[in-house]
């Protein structure tokens, strides 16, 4: 709940390095992570959601997760661990922390396709 | 402030209510169908309760209202009770695609069990298509059924009219009024009406009581089989307490619903155009007029409703939403996406509805906390376009 109420890292990043966005408005959930790669490391990261409480909390910590990490290391974070870390969901809920961590991944994934892209 | 906005899933039981209950639980305790004293008070009791919901809904005796458990059952009974018994009649029932889960499951079911079920469209205000149902109206229709008011978007429905029409065709017309009893006028001889649900529940009465009106000269098949209470067509052991609470509630509804009908409209239509004032892109869902005069169903662009339900909550505010998010199926209300909303739009709205605990102090500060919470989740949101944040 305190994710919800004080969201982390909550915005835009214009010259984002990667972008990955899942859901869509359609379906009640939809959220987008920008990531700001350095060394191979994620420096920042920022997100926006349209959806509901866990959405907004799952997001948020995902984010929090992933600061920091290299990314790899960000890859491997499951959408069980992100249920973890916010101290478990009930399982209705449980569709919302797997759109965050996917929403990670499709970052990352961005980011890779558009550095090969470069070079 | 610890502000209640959601009279429309539970009402709290009326202090005056539950003082009329008690002695029946361990007092006045016995059976109506024994044969010693004891069945003489609980008997009495029964037949004041019935006298009293009959007189709420303007019913010509008593005699043609049955307690049930509720209004799922009484809406189960109507259909099915009629549909099984009149078969002869005709096989298809005509009803709208905003009825009460309730009506469209038993409808289902009824299909499997070799009727079928036709179901007229509503505008965006959630007004049923009159002339639709006309059409839809045809030799093969054994039965009309049509909610009074939809108790999410407030739309008070032309039930005179549709029972008048019904009626030009021989064919009885069934009305779920959950939504609307105690809270608009209603004359089942006026309005044309041959079967009528209602609810203990909405009427500040306890839970797990209702009643189905059923006009003299209609027959239906009981669901329930056993002694033979409620003139064969609902066994049981009578609820007695339960009953004497929704009798009691009857008659205090049909006392106070003029007053608390001008009540509530005035702050049902504060709180509406509060928000509508203070909160950029917000709608209203429902007819601006002909509603309920305690729902104010609203919608808020670029965010979801159970987001904006946590928002209130923690500021005192108890609502409900028609988001996925907030249903058990994760599906949007299907009566917003009925009345024309898209999906997105659907999930973001929120449900307020007014009751007997609510003063205006509350909705001003309803209208005073709201703007900042929409505006925290539009922070929040990928759809917001820009100019709105400014």
């Given at each position: 709940m305190e994710h919800f109420f004080n969201p982390r890292n909550v915005g835009e990043i214009p010259d984002a390095d990667g972008v990955g966005t899942v859901g869509n408005p359609i379906c009640g959930d939809m959220m987008t992570i920008y990531i700001k790669v350095k060394e191979g490391r994620i420096a920042d990261i920022k997100f926006k959601t349209f959806g509901c409480g866990a959405a907004i909390a799952t997001s948020s910590m995902v984010t929090e997760m992933a600061k920091g990490m290299t990314l790899e290391e960000a890859m491997k974070i499951s959408r069980e661990e992100v249920a973890d870390e916010l101290g478990g969901l009930p399982p209705i809920k449980m569709h919302c922390s797997n759109l965050a961590a996917d929403a990670l991944h499709r970052a990352i994934e961005d980011y890779l396709k558009k550095s090969s892209e470069k070079t | 402030m610890k502000v209640y906005l959601d009279y429309a899933a539970a009402t709290p039981v009326d202090p005056r209510v539950l003082e009329a209950m008690l002695p029946y639980f361990a007092e006045y305790f016995g059976n109506p169908s024994s044969v010693h004293s004891y069945s003489h008070k609980a008997q009495e009791a029964l037949d004041k309760a019935r006298e009293s919901v009959a007189s709420l809904i303007g019913?010509?005796?008593?005699?043609e209202v049955v307690f049930t458990s509720g209004a799922t059952e009484s809406n189960n009974l109507a259909l099915k009770g009629f549909a099984y018994r009149n078969r002869d009649k005709g096989n298809e029932i005509v009803t709208t695609t905003i009825e009460h889960i309730s009506i469209l499951n038993v409808c289902k079911y009824l299909r499997g069990e070799g009727f079928e079920a036709v179901y007229v469209p509503v505008d965006r205000y959630g007004l049923v298509d009159v002339e639709k149902l006309a059409e839809a109206v045809d030799e093969k229709t054994l039965l009309v059924s049509v909610m009074y008011a939809n108790g999410e978007i407030g739309t008070v429905e032309p039930i005179e009219e549709i029972g008048k029409i019904a009626h030009e065709r021989n064919v009885p017309l069934h009305v779920d009024a959950t939504a609307a009893v105690g809270k608009v006028p209603i004359d089942v001889v006026k309005e044309n009406i041959d079967l009528l649900t209602l609810s203990s529940n909405d009427l500040y009465g306890p839970k797990g009581v209702g009643a189905l009106y059923i006009r003299r000269g209609v027959k239906l098949l009981p669901i329930i089989h056993g002694g033979g209470q409620e003139r064969g067509l609902r066994s049981g052991s009578e609820n007695i307490p339960g009953i004497v609470g929704m009798g009691k509630a009857a008659e205090l509804a049909k006392e106070e619903i003029q007053t608390e009908a001008e009540r509530l409209t005035g702050l049902r239509d504060s709180l509406i155009s509060g928000l509508l004032k203070e909160v950029p892109e917000s709608y209203l869902n429902g007819h601006p007029t002909q509603r309920l005069p305690n729902n104010a169903n609203m919608r808020f662009s670029y965010i979801e409703g159970e987001s904006l339900l946590l928002g209130l909550d923690a500021l005192g505010v108890q609502a409900s939403s028609g988001s996925a998010c907030t249903s058990k199926t994760l599906e949007p209300s299907y009566v917003l996406l009925a009345i024309g909303l898209k999906h997105e739009e659907a999930h973001g709205s929120v449900l307020f509805t007014l009751g007997k605990g609510n003063r205006e102090e509350e909705v001003n500060y309803v209208v005073k906390v709201v703007p900042g919470i929409v505006r925290r989740l539009r922070i929040l949101s990928p759809l917001t376009p820009k100019e709105l944040l400014r």
């Open positions: - | 019913a010509e005796s008593p005699d």
